[in-house]
């Protein structure tokens, strides 16, 4: 019998904290997707996952601690260390004016359409309480 032990090898993680919550991540993954493993919801439309992550809906916009202006959580990879903030007002500012935006050119009838109640974009437009 051979008393060797084979060693297992470890993965490396990278943690970065979404809204003061430590996430652990794998290398290579964006900032959106270790916080929806995590459980932590950051509203997005363009990062789907038979798509590249384009970052052009601007709804996945979060706050870095230690970087200027919003950056886009779909196409941002986390980095060790980071410290994201996801629900500032001027996070929230921004989704709401990129969700108007989105909408500009929206039927405004939504129960004519096939996925009424079944809609990314209506359960999005209630997570930002849109109203109007």
């Known amino acids: 019998m051979d008393d060797r032990q084979v060693e297992t090898p470890v993965m490396p993680t ?3 904290t979404v809204d003061g919550q430590m996430v652990e991540t794998c290398p290579g993954q964006s900032i959106l997707e270790a ?3 995590a459980g932590i919801y950051i ?3 363009c990062a789907h996952r038979d798509l590249h992550p384009a970052g052009v809906c601007r709804l996945c916009v979060v ?3 230690g970087r ?3 950056t886009t959580s779909c196409n941002t990879p986390a980095e060790d260390g980071m410290v994201v903030h996801t629900t500032t007002d001027r996070v929230k ?3 709401r004016l990129a969700a108007e935006l989105l909408l500009a050119n929206h039927p ?3 129960t004519a359409c096939p996925v009424y109640l079944k809609c990314e974009l209506q359960s999005l437009m209630q997570y930002l ?3 109007d």
Request: hydrophobic residues 40%; negative net charge.
């Open 14 to 16: 990278v943690r970065i």
């Open 35 to 37: 916080a929806l493993d």
């Open 43 to 45: 509203p997005h439309i």
């Open 63 to 65: 706050e870095i601690e």
């Open 68 to 70: 200027e202006g919003l």
């Open 93 to 95: 500012q921004v989704r």
């Open 108 to 110: 405004a009838d939504c």
């Open 129 to 131: 309480e849109f109203t």
